[in-house]
């Protein structure tokens, strides 16, 4: 799938599941729970033990039917890694311009992550598909739509704060999708073992994107 391709899908899924699994087999059955509730834009973080074998056991499982990503690359190394286990895109938290280049340079969509309106102007001019504004917890929609201002050409996906109570305002506010981590997903649940809780959380979530996006 080309990177036009993966973007266009992301941008109509309008939600990304962030994973950062405690095990490479208890991703797998966070993963199979989000699908069964109708999640499947899925970035598996490098913060999972052994992510990119992760990945490769995802994609032999579910093939297209997942869009799949890896996350919190920190180190120019994991971009040729997530390529080969054949991610879709490839996320940072940093605008690092070493690593930007890195992923840019590669065939994979890229998200590169900025707060600040200068990092959000760095990050794109390094190439950036899109901007990843993190955390989103600490500026909320509102400032994506102040950010919209001088910058209404940069795709904007903020991860973190994301919750059922405010994704209409994130898309109010212009955003090209959401990520979203723990209040998708929450560790509690997943410690327990409660995957059809976490199948009925992601339809929900699902719902909830599918409405703002329709408002």
Request: hydrophobic share 45%; with cysteine; charged share 15%.
């Amino acid at each position: 799938m080309g990177n036009q391709a993966v973007l266009e899908k992301i941008n109509k899924l309008g939600l990304v599941a962030v994973i950062r699994g405690p095990s490479p087999e208890l991703t797998i059955q966070m993963v199979e729970a989000l699908v069964t509730g109708g999640v499947t834009g899925i970035e598996i973080t490098y913060s999972t033990p052994d992510a990119a074998q992760v990945v490769r056991s995802l994609l032999s499982r579910y093939g297209d039917a997942l869009l799949l990503g890896m996350g919190t690359l920190t180190e120019i190394c994991q971009v040729e890694e997530a390529q080969s286990a054949g991610a879709n895109f490839i996320v940072s938290p940093i605008c690092e311009p070493s690593l930007a280049r890195a992923m840019t340079a590669s065939s994979l969509a890229c998200m590169i992550g900025a707060l600040t309106p200068s990092e959000v102007f760095q990050a794109y001019t390094l190439g950036a598909d899109v901007v990843k504004i993190f955390p989103g917890s600490l500026v909320g929609p509102a400032y994506i739509k102040a950010l919209k201002g001088p910058f209404p050409y940069i795709p904007l996906m903020p991860t973190g704060g994301v919750s059922l109570d405010n994704i209409s305002d994130w898309f109010a506010a212009g955003v090209f999708a959401v990520g979203a981590g723990s209040e998708l997903c929450p560790p509690d649940l997943v410690k327990a073992g409660q995957w059809d809780e976490i199948a009925r959380r992601a339809a929900v979530f699902v719902k909830t994107v599918q409405s703002a996006r329709n408002t």
